[in-house]
């Protein structure tokens, strides 16, 4: 089986890793930082605004199940990609929308959804594309959040429609 990573940011890293969890064909989610100058940074030094990191969940996909391309829609669909450096009550640059390319061929998908997701939105898209430098996983605490914590995302929510209408699930009779 084929494996493939894909890097994104799109506000607070616990409800990004949630959801795409629940993506058919994802096969992991590890929450972390990148877009950083900081080697190894702490939570506290991400949140201090010094880093320049943002916090990101890095996606490993199977992608005969899943494409990349697919992953870019439920991103879209998960988050408000016109806020800038903010995401429902979360406010700081380590919450700005981003998406870090693995590759010369995610970076022109990357690029390319976002021209096709502009016309859903009234207001410009911020997100930032750019290649991936380094990925710097979280704390243990920070992964699995919710599913260690037996909360529900507080500012993401399943895009379940756009799963649906990606076929990767089965609309609910």
Request: proline share 6%.
């Amino acid at each position: 089986m084929a494996e493939e990573k894909a890097t994104f940011g799109a506000g607070c890293f616990w409800g990004v890793e949630y959801v795409f969890n629940r993506v058919p064909g994802v096969l992991s989610a590890e929450v972390g930082y990148s877009g950083g100058i900081t080697s190894n940074p702490t939570y506290e030094q991400v949140c201090s605004h010094t880093t320049g990191h943002a916090e990101v969940t890095q996606v490993t996909f199977d992608p005969e199940r899943v494409s990349y391309e697919q992953l870019l829609e439920v991103f879209w669909a998960m988050h408000d990609p016109t806020q800038v450096n903010r995401q429902g009550p979360d406010i700081g640059d380590q919450y700005r929308s981003v998406i870090f390319t693995h590759s010369p061929e995610q970076q022109a998908a990357a690029e390319a959804s976002r021209e096709r997701a502009r016309s859903r939105f009234s207001r410009p898209i911020a997100t930032d594309i750019r290649p991936l430098s380094l990925f710097y996983p979280a704390e243990r605490y920070h992964q699995a959040y919710y599913e260690k914590n037996g909360h529900e995302p507080y500012c993401h929510v399943v895009p379940t429609r756009v799963l649906e209408d990606l076929g990767l699930i089965s609309a609910r009779g």
